[in-house]
C-alpha cells in the first residue's frame, strides 16, 4: 500500500491560500492576488509511504513498489536499491545462527552482565541501519530535495519518504 498525501493549505490570520493566488478569510469572502502583510506562500508538502508486507510473517520487510509521488524525483533503480538494503539489514538482524545462541546463553548465565560489556547483535543491526538512512539522505535523498524516515521512527510499520521545503 503506498499512499501520497499534501498537506492542506496553511493558515495565515484567518487566511486560507485560494489555488487562483488569492487569499480567501474564514468568512469566505476572496481576496484576489493578495496575503496578509509578511507571510510567503509554501507549496505543499508531499509524504509517500512505503508499507511494511506482512507475506513474510513476523519478520520486517518493505514493499518493493515504486511510489507515483517519487515519479521525476528519484529513479525507480536508486528507490529500490534502498528498500533492497534496508530489507537485507533486517534479513541480517533477524537470522539466528550458533553465535547468537551461544551469546544468549552466555548472557543468561552470567546474570546479563555480559549485555554491559558486549553490544546486542540486534541494537549493532540498527544501528547500522541508521547509518544507512542518514548515508542515503546524504547522497540520494537530500539532493533530490526529499528525507527518507527510517523504520524505526516510525514503529517498523513504514518507511517515510518526505518532501524538503520548497522543491
Known amino acids: 500500500w503506498l499512499r501520497a ?25 476572496a481576496t484576489p492576488g493578495s496575503l496578509p502583510a509578511g507571510t510567503s506562500v509554501t ?7 512505503v508499507m511494511r508486507d506482512y507475506t ?4 520486517p520487510q518493505f514493499e518493493r ?3 507515483q509521488g517519487l515519479q521525476g524525483k528519484i529513479d525507480e533503480a536508486t528507490f529500490l ?7 537485507h539489514i533486517f ?19 552470567t546474570g546479563y552482565a555480559l549485555d ?14 541508521a547509518e544507512f538512512v542518514q548515508q542515503e539522505n546524504l547522497r540520494v535523498y537530500e539532493p533530490a530535495q526529499l528525507h527518507l524516515i527510517s523504520p524505526m521512527n516510525r514503529g517498523m510499520r513504514l518507511i517515510e519518504i518526505s518532501t524538503l521545503g520548497t522543491i
Open 81 to 87: 536499491r534502498t528498500i533492497d538494503n534496508i530489507n
Open 116 to 129: 554491559l560489556c558486549l553490544e546486542d547483535p540486534y541494537t549493532k543491526y540498527m544501528n547500522e541501519l
Open 56 to 59: 513474510n510473517k513476523i519478520y
Open 5 to 29: 498525501m499534501a498537506a492542506t493549505p496553511p493558515l495565515f490570520d484567518g487566511h486560507a491560500l485560494d489555488p487562483s493566488g488569492g487569499s480567501q478569510s474564514a468568512s469566505g469572502s
Open 91 to 109: 534479513d541480517r538482524a533477524e537470522e539466528h545462527n550458533p553465535s547468537l545462541y551461544l551469546r544468549n546463553f552466555l548472557s543468561c548465565i
Open 43 to 49: 507549496p505543499p508538502l508531499l509524504t509517500v509511504y
Open 65 to 67: 513498489v515504486y511510489p
